[in-house]
């Protein structure tokens, strides 16, 4: 396993709907971890790179409803 965190920068608050769906993201395989800091919009995840990608995170948690920018802020 190689363990690899991601920082995406976000816009919008997310609502109840996106925050369920983010519990959702949390349970697939290869996520460990996903933490939000509401005060610089950013969402640090950490993940199997082994499994995912960071495309692939990316579009999870769009597919979520956070408006994650395509560039992570570090890697």
């Excluded at 996106?18 to 509401?38: L, P, Q, S």
């Amino acid at each position: 396993m190689t363990t690899v965190d991601i920082v995406f920068s976000y816009t919008g608050r997310p609502n109840e709907g996106a925050v369920r769906a983010v519990n959702a993201v949390r349970e697939i395989y290869g996520i460990r971890r996903i933490v939000f800091d509401e005060e610089e919009t950013t969402v640090r995840v950490e993940y199997d790179a082994t499994r995912l990608n960071a495309a692939q995170v990316r579009g999870l948690l769009r597919r979520a409803g956070i408006n994650a920018v395509a560039a992570p802020l570090s890697a």
